[in-house]
C-alpha cells in the first residue's frame, strides 16, 4: 500500500482532506500527523478512526528528530502539508509561533522527505498547502494569479510566504518533486470559531456581540472547504510537478454584507424576529496591517485540471449553519477552557 502523510489532519480544512483521501484511496495507507494545538480536534475526524487504511500519530513538525525518524520508519511516498499556525490575529500576538511551526516545521519535513527521496524521486510528491494572503493586498479591481508577486503583509502571511519559497528552493536546488496551491478563504464544519464566519454564527447563537474590524469593507473571496478538499484531492493526483496552482471561490464578499446575510439566515433558523441578529453587529478596532482585498483568479487550475467550486455559497453558508446548530457538542468542547482567555485577550 502507497503510504501518503497528511500533515494537520485534525484541524478544520485537513479533516475534510483526511476523510476524502481515506475512504476515496483504500489501496493507500493514510497517516494523520497532528500536534493536536487548541486548533486540532479529534472529534474532527471520529467517523473515520476505525478505518484499517487510517493511522493517526500525535507529533510536533517542529521536532527534527522525531520527523526525522519518523519518515526513516514509514517511507512515505506522498506528503499532503496542511499543518500551521493558521490564525492571522494570533500572529500578531505571538509571530515567533508562527515561524516555529509554518516555516522551521515545514523545513523539518523537507529535510526528511528530501533524504528519504534522495535516490528515486519517482513516483514522489511534496504537497504544501498555502494561501492567498502571501500575496498581500489588492485594490478594487485585480485579481491574484499564479504569478502575482508575493507581498506579504501579516506575520501569518510572511510566515506562509517563507515555507512556500523553501518548498520551491528545495524544488530548484535538490530537484524535490513538490507542487504549491494557494487557496482563498474556506468555510464550513468544523471551522475553528476565532475565524470570521463560525465566531460569529458562534456568537449570534450565544447572543454576544459581532465585532466588525475597521468599517467592515474588507473583502475576502470565500470558498467550501469540501470543494478545496476536492481541489488538493485533484492537485495532489494530476497537478504539475514544481507547479502552482491557485484556488478560489469566485464568490467575493464585503465583511459586513457577508455579516448582514448571516444574521438575516440565523434569525430564521433559531425562529428570532428579522433584523434581531443585526443589532448584534460592533465595530470594533481594526486590525494592524489588515488586507484590504484578497480575491482569486483560479483559472489554472480550471482550464488545466478541470476544477471549479461545486457549492454555491447560499448553499454551503445553509449547510455551514446547520452544521453549527446541529453540533452543539462539539461547539461547546472547543469554546471552553483556553477559549476563554483568547477571547478576553483578542476582544476585550
Ligand atoms: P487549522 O488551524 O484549523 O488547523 C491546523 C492544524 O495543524 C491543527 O490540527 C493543529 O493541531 C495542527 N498543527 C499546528 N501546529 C502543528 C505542529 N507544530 N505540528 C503538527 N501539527 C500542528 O488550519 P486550517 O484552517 O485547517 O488550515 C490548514 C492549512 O491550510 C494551513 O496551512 C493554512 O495556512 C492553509 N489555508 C487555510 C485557509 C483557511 O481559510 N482556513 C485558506 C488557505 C490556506
Ligand atoms: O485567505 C486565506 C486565509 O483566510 C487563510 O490563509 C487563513 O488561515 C484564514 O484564517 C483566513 O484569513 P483571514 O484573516 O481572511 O480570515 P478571518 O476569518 O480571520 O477574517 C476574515 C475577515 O473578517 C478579515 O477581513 C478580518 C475580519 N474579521 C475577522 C474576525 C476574526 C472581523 O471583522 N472580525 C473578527 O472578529
Same mark, same amino acid.
Given at each position: 500500500?502507497?503510504?501518503?502523510?497528511?500533515?494537520?489532519? %485534525?484541524?478544520?480544512?485537513g479533516s475534510?482532506?483526511?476523510?476524502?483521501?481515506?475512504?476515496?484511496?483504500?489501496?493507500?495507507?493514510?497517516?494523520?500527523?497532528?500536534?493536536?494545538?487548541? %486548533?486540532?480536534?479529534?472529534?474532527n475526524?471520529?467517523?473515520i478512526?476505525?478505518?484499517?487504511? /487510517?493511522?493517526?500519530?500525535?507529533?510536533?513538525?517542529?521536532?527534527?528528530?522525531?520527523?526525522?525518524?519518523?519518515? #526513516?520508519?514509514?517511507?512515505?511516498?506522498?506528503?499532503?502539508?496542511?499543518? %500551521?499556525?493558521?490564525?492571522?490575529?494570533? $500572529?500578531?500576538?505571538?509571530?515567533?509561533? !508562527?515561524?516555529?511551526?509554518?516555516?522551521?516545521?515545514?523545513?523539518?519535513?523537507?529535510?526528511?522527505?528530501?533524504?528519504?527521496?534522495?535516490?528515486? !524521486?519517482?513516483?514522489k510528491?511534496?504537497?504544501?498547502?498555502?494561501?492567498?494572503?502571501v500575496?498581500?493586498?489588492?485594490? $478594487?479591481?485585480d485579481? !491574484?494569479?499564479?504569478t502575482?508577486?508575493?507581498?506579504?503583509?501579516?506575520?501569518? $502571511?510572511?510566515s506562509? %510566504?517563507?515555507?512556500?519559497? !523553501?518548498?520551491?528552493?528545495?524544488?530548484?536546488?535538490?530537484?524535490?518533486?513538490?507542487?504549491?496551491?494557494?487557496?482563498?478563504?474556506?468555510?464550513?464544519?468544523?471551522?475553528?470559531?476565532?475565524?470570521l464566519?463560525?465566531?460569529?454564527?458562534?456568537?449570534?447563537?450565544?447572543?454576544?456581540?459581532?465585532?466588525?474590524?475597521?468599517?467592515g469593507?474588507?473583502?475576502?473571496?470565500?470558498l /467550501?472547504?469540501?470543494d478545496?478538499?476536492?481541489?488538493?484531492?485533484?492537485?495532489?493526483?494530476?497537478?504539475?510537478?514544481h507547479?502552482?496552482y491557485?484556488?478560489g471561490?469566485?464568490?467575493?464578499w *464585503?465583511?459586513?454584507?457577508?455579516v448582514?446575510?448571516?444574521? *438575516?439566515?440565523?434569525?430564521?433558523?433559531?425562529?428570532?424576529?428579522?433584523?434581531?441578529?443585526? *443589532?448584534?453587529?460592533?465595530?470594533?478596532?481594526?486590525?494592524?496591517?489588515?488586507?484590504?482585498?484578497?480575491?482569486?483568479?483560479?483559472?489554472?487550475?480550471?482550464?488545466e485540471?478541470?476544477?471549479?467550486?461545486?457549492?454555491?455559497?447560499?448553499?454551503?453558508?445553509? #449547510?455551514?449553519i446547520?452544521?453549527?446548530?446541529?453540533? @452543539?457538542?462539539?461547539? #461547546?468542547?472547543?469554546?471552553?477552557?483556553? /477559549? *476563554?482567555k483568547?477571547? @478576553?485577550?483578542?476582544?476585550?
Open positions: 500500500m502507497k503510504k501518503i502523510l497528511i500533515t494537520g489532519g %485534525a484541524g478544520f480544512i475534510h482532506v483526511v476523510r476524502r483521501f481515506v475512504t476515496n484511496y483504500p489501496t493507500y495507507q493514510l497517516f494523520n500527523l497532528d500536534a493536536l494545538t487548541y %486548533a486540532g480536534n479529534l472529534e475526524i471520529a467517523d478512526e476505525h478505518l484499517p487504511n /487510517y493511522t493517526f500519530v500525535k507529533g510536533d513538525i517542529t521536532d527534527a528528530d522525531f520527523i526525522t525518524a519518523f519518515f #526513516q520508519k514509514e517511507q512515505f511516498e506522498g506528503v499532503i502539508h496542511l499543518a %500551521a499556525e493558521s490564525h492571522v490575529d494570533r $500572529s500578531i500576538t505571538d509571530p515567533l509561533a !508562527f515561524v516555529k511551526t509554518n516555516v522551521i516545521g515545514t523545513m523539518n519535513l523537507l529535510n526528511a522527505a528530501r533524504e528519504i527521496w534522495k535516490n528515486d !524521486f519517482a513516483g510528491r511534496f504537497y504544501h498547502i498555502s494561501t492567498d494572503e500575496y498581500g493586498s489588492l485594490g $478594487s479591481t485579481l !491574484f494569479t499564479e502575482t508577486p508575493y507581498d506579504p503583509n501579516s506575520p501569518y $502571511s510572511a506562509k %510566504a517563507s515555507s512556500d519559497h !523553501f518548498v520551491r528552493a528545495y524544488g530548484e536546488t535538490y530537484g524535490l518533486p513538490y507542487v504549491i496551491t494557494n487557496c482563498s478563504n474556506n468555510y464550513g464544519p468544523n471551522h475553528f470559531p476565532e475565524k464566519i463560525p465566531l460569529f454564527i458562534h456568537n449570534i447563537i450565544t447572543n454576544k456581540p459581532l465585532p466588525v474590524y475597521g468599517d469593507k474588507y473583502t475576502r473571496d470565500w /467550501y472547504v469540501l478545496h478538499a476536492i481541489a488538493i484531492d485533484l492537485v495532489f493526483h494530476q497537478g504539475g510537478n507547479e502552482t491557485n484556488i471561490g469566485f464568490n467575493e *464585503q465583511n459586513i454584507d457577508l448582514k446575510l448571516l444574521c *438575516q439566515k440565523m434569525d430564521k433558523k433559531l425562529g428570532r424576529m428579522p433584523g434581531t441578529s443585526s *443589532q448584534l453587529i460592533t465595530y470594533v478596532k481594526d486590525r494592524p496591517g489588515h488586507d484590504l482585498r484578497y480575491a482569486i483568479d483560479a483559472s489554472k487550475i480550471n482550464t485540471l478541470g476544477w471549479k467550486p461545486s457549492v454555491t455559497f447560499e448553499e454551503g453558508l445553509e #449547510q455551514t446547520d452544521w453549527y446548530l446541529n453540533n @452543539e457538542v462539539w461547539l #461547546q468542547h472547543v469554546t471552553s477552557g483556553d /477559549y *476563554q483568547y477571547y @478576553e485577550k483578542q476582544y476585550s
